[in-house]
T-cell receptor, first 113, second 115 residues
Framework: GAGVSQSPSNKVTEKGKDVELRCDPI?????LYWYRQRLGQGLEFLIYFQGNSAPDKSGLPSDRFSAERTGESVSTLTIQRTQQEDSAVYLC???????????FGSGTRLTVV | AQTVTQSQPEMSVQEAETVTLSCTYD???????LFWYKQPPSRQMILVIRQEAYKQQNATENRFSVNFQKAAKSFSLKISDSQLGDAAMYFCAYRFNSGNTPLVFGKGTRLSVIA
């Protein structure tokens, strides 16, 4: 596609439910990043995928968070047993490689009630 | 650990005037990149300008320029001839130039442009 596409745009879920967020990177981009942006804060790195290499999961805040990506295609970020503190905008970005500029999507705003 | 600090939560500027947004960072590395991103209400992060630490010359992109002071670890953004469309959140970010290093962001500065 022309840009990084994220869905859904907004998600409201009840505390304790699982949610799945989707990111469609720009075609041909080998690197994909997930970030979390809490209200009034900057972006926090969550996880990074580069081609078929093992992902860098160093930013995942707890074992309730996981992400998958098959090859250089779509990625899904899953949050299990959501908590109110998980409420944030989740942004995805992709690039040709780690050394190239990143293109961001418009994010998914997650609200846990 | 690297940190990025933006000490101005909010700034405002008159249309057509110039405004400077501040950013300082902390790192023990010598080879890294610095960035300014703009985030409008659409939430998409848009790259405004990028600076390689090994370059002494300050980066410039049209009305946007930076004042990079490596010794002081300062990286301010100057917006000249401000336009209404410049109103947004601005984030300063750092990335070490090695390995799978992620961007480290500051907390942002909200810029308002007054007509």
């Amino acid at each position: 596609g022309a840009g990084v596409s994220q869905s859904p745009s907004n998600k409201v879920t009840e505390k304790g439910k699982d949610v799945e967020l989707r990111c469609d990177p720009i075609s041909g981009h080998t690197a994909l990043y997930w970030y979390r942006q809490r209200l009034g804060q900057g972006l926090e790195f969550l996880i990074y995928f580069q081609g078929n290499s093992a992902p860098d999961k160093s930013g995942l805040p707890s074992d309730r968070f996981s992400a998958e990506r098959t090859g250089e295609s779509v990625s899904t970020l899953t949050i299990q047993r959501t908590q109110q503190e998980d409420s944030a905008v989740y942004l995805c970005a992709s690039s040709f490689s780690r050394d190239r500029g990143r293109t961001f999507g418009s994010g998914t705003r997650l609200t846990v009630v | 650990a690297q940190t990025v600090t933006q000490s101005q939560p909010e700034m405002s500027v008159q249309e057509a005037e110039t405004v400077t947004l501040s950013c300082t960072y902390d790192t023990s590395e010598s080879d890294y990149y610095l960035f300014w991103y703009k985030q409008p209400p659409s939430r998409q992060m848009i790259l405004v300008i990028r600076q390689e630490a090994y370059k002494q010359q300050n980066a410039t992109e049209n009305r946007f320029s930076v004042n990079f002071q490596k010794a002081a670890k300062s990286f301010s953004l100057k917006i000249s001839d401000s336009q209404l469309g410049d109103a947004a959140m601005y984030f300063c970010a750092y990335r070490f130039n090695s390995g799978n290093t992620p961007l480290v962001f500051g907390k942002g500065t909200r810029l308002s442009v007054i007509a």
